[in-house]
C-alpha cells in the first residue's frame, strides 16, 4: 500500500491548512487511517484516526476543537483539516494505514504497517 501525503506549507499562527494522505488502494475502505506528527528532537506522536468504517475518529488532546479527519472512499482519500493553527503544531506530518487496527491501538504508530513519506507543515508565531 503506497500512500502519498500533501498539503503542508508555511502558514500564519491561526490560519488554517487541509492535509490529504492519497492512496491507489482499491480496498481502501478497509484501512483505519491515521495522522502523525514529529517535530524536530522530538519522537513521533499520534494526531488523529478514522476508523476504517469512518464510524469513529480519535483526536490527540491538544487538536480537538481545530483538526477533523475525514474520509473519502469514493477517492481513497483520507483528509486532516487543520484550523486555527498554532506554532506548537509545525511538525513532519504522516499518514499511516492499516487493516484489522483494534480500537484500542488507533493511537498506537506500531499498529501501522503503512506509510507515507511525510508533509512539513511550518505555523509561524
Known amino acids: 500500500v503506497q500512500l502519498q501525503a500533501s498539503g503542508g506549507g508555511l502558514v500564519q499562527a491561526g490560519a488554517s491548512l487541509r492535509l490529504s494522505c492519497a492512496t491507489s488502494?482499491?480496498?481502501?475502505?478497509?484501512?483505519?487511517v491515521a495522522w502523525f506528527r514529529q517535530a524536530p528532537g522530538k519522537e513521533r506522536e499520534f494526531v488523529a484516526a478514522?476508523?476504517?468504517?469512518?464510524?469513529?475518529?480519535s483526536y490527540e488532546d491538544s487538536v480537538k476543537g481545530r483538526f477533523t479527519i475525514s474520509k473519502d472512499n469514493t477517492k481513497n482519500t483520507v483528509y486532516l483539516q487543520m484550523n486555527n493553527l498554532k506554532h506548537e503544531d509545525t511538525a513532519v506530518y504522516y499518514c499511516?494505514?492499516?487493516?484489522?487496527?483494534?480500537?484500542?491501538?488507533?493511537?498506537?504508530?506500531?499498529?501501522?504497517?503503512?506509510w507515507g513519506q511525510g508533509t512539513q507543515v511550518t505555523v509561524s508565531s
Open positions: 478514522i476508523r476504517w468504517n469512518s464510524a469513529l475518529t
Open positions: 488502494q482499491d480496498n481502501f475502505r478497509q484501512y483505519t
Open positions: 499511516a494505514a492499516d487493516r484489522g487496527v483494534i480500537l484500542s491501538s488507533m493511537r498506537n504508530n506500531r499498529a501501522y504497517d503503512y
